[in-house]
């Protein structure tokens, strides 16, 4: 059975930093492309950055140069360092992992193309 846990969600203020972990399971890891994604109230969920076996990387232009994506394979584990945090952040952050493709496919964060999910985990951010 395939579990995604996310961990690490709060509140913050704007300008500060919030570190985002996942923990996969029941799936072989270094095998799928993995991702977080987050969806505000009222708007459709969105990718925010992406990571495959090889440390290749992407993210949205939003968070391009305050978002750093990580991952431990030895762990089955993913991160996301949030720095410079901004109230539009403010979201739940899902971590999502792709098997059905290859990891050296890459991704354009298409949430469509993911097919394992994590419960999501809120992040707030006051001004």
């Known amino acids: 059975q395939v579990q995604l846990v996310e961990s690490g969600g709060g509140s913050g203020q704007a300008g500060g930093s919030l570190r985002l972990s996942c923990a996969g399971s029941?799936?072989?890891?270094?095998?799928?492309?993995m991702a977080w994604f987050r969806q505000a109230p009222g708007k459709e969920r969105e990718g925010v950055a992406g990571a495959n076996d090889e440390r290749d990387v992407v993210y949205a232009d939003s968070v391009k140069g305050r978002f750093t994506i990580s991952r431990d394979n030895a762990n089955n584990a993913l991160y996301l360092d949030m720095n410079s945090l901004k109230p539009e952040d403010s979201a739940v952050y899902y971590c999502?992992?792709?098997?059905?493709?290859?990891?050296?496919?890459?991704?354009?964060?298409?949430?469509?193309?993911?097919?394992?999910w994590g419960q999501g985990t809120q992040v707030t951010v006051s001004s």
């Open positions: 999502a992992a792709r098997t059905r493709l290859p990891t050296w496919a890459g991704s354009n964060l298409r949430a469509s193309d993911f097919n394992y």
């Open positions: 029941g799936y072989t890891y270094r095998r799928a492309y």
